[in-house]
């Protein structure tokens, strides 16, 4: 076996691995096994996508083929824009504009995934377009209701999941991401419409956590941590929606004290 094409996740690895399945060509994945979780993004090469030799050069031309088809950085729109030549350049800009997105939003979409417990249906769904993962969506208690979502941009980057932790068929949480990195959770948990719970992030790492009264709106508790750990938080001991009193945290999270603020 011989490795023909390194994947920055596994589900890009999937990706290549069924467009070679088109082509009656024996694929396989190593180092799947290294991702963390749903959706993780990886470093490049750990997820290499695994041929016989005997099929390396009508793989190596299938995959060739894919990657000019793949969308290119567009150099000159990241130059200072030039001063307009009039109403016709608008429209025609303008027109170009429409048809790039209606071939884009008319790209034969594919779908592939995994199927965990064997009853023959797909547990884990990725959704594809233009050979471009787009969506992954999963059921992790295996009700045969999806229950996580995963959004990707056009360079299939993550950017935003949903998530039903309680199983009740409603999304109550949404993640935000920047770079890979989460940034920003808003969770509505008693399902009235409004986010009272709020998680921050920095570079993927939990920060603070603010809680909201429902009925006010107001920030009526904040919680601060340091890698991972409780180390301060801030709330409203009386119900005036004025937050008037500061906990401290020791290493093991027990409270070392408690003053007015």
């Known amino acids: 076996m011989i490795c023909i094409y390194e994947a920055s996740i596994a589900v890009e690895a999937h990706m290549i691995i069924n467009l070679l399945q088109q082509s009656d060509i024996q694929a396989y994945i190593h180092g799947e096994h290294l991702q963390g979780g749903v959706g993780e993004l990886q470093a490049v090469g750990i997820v290499r996508v695994m041929i016989n030799e005997a099929d390396k050069i009508k793989a190596k031309q ?3 083929e894919w990657e000019k088809q793949q969308p290119t950085p567009d150099i000159e729109s990241s130059l200072p824009a030039k001063k307009s030549k009039g109403i016709t350049e608008f429209i025609v800009g ?3 504009g429409a048809v790039v997105l209606g071939i ?4 034969p979409v594919s779908y592939d995934g995994i199927d965990f417990n064997g009853d023959g249906v797909l547990d884990e769904r990725w959704t594809f377009r233009n050979y471009r993962l787009i969506k992954t969506e999963v059921d992790r208690n295996f009700d045969g209701k999806v229950d996580f979502i995963h959004e990707f941009n056009g360079k299939s980057w993550i ?3 949903l998530a039903d932790d309680d199983f009740n068929g409603s999304f109550e949480s949404t993640v935000f991401y920047d ?3 989460a940034s920003l ?3 509505d948990y008693d399902g009235d419409g ?3 719970y709020q998680i921050e992030y920095n570079n993927g790492v939990l920060n603070k956590i603010r809680f909201f009264n429902p009925s006010s709106k107001s920030v009526i508790k904040v919680q601060y941590y340091e890698v991972g750990k ?5 709330h409203d001991s009386n119900g005036d929606d004025i937050i008037d009193t500061v906990t401290k945290y020791d290493e093991y999270e027990q409270i070392v004290s408690t003053t007015p603020k």
């Open 62 to 64: 299938i995959i060739e």
């Open 94 to 96: 303008f027109a170009l």
């Open 104 to 107: 884009y939003y008319n790209t």
């Open 159 to 161: 950017k935003k999941s």
């Open 179 to 181: 770079k890979g990195n």
């Open 185 to 187: 959770q808003k969770s």
């Open 194 to 196: 409004f986010e009272e």
């Open 230 to 234: 409780l180390v301060r938080a801030e």
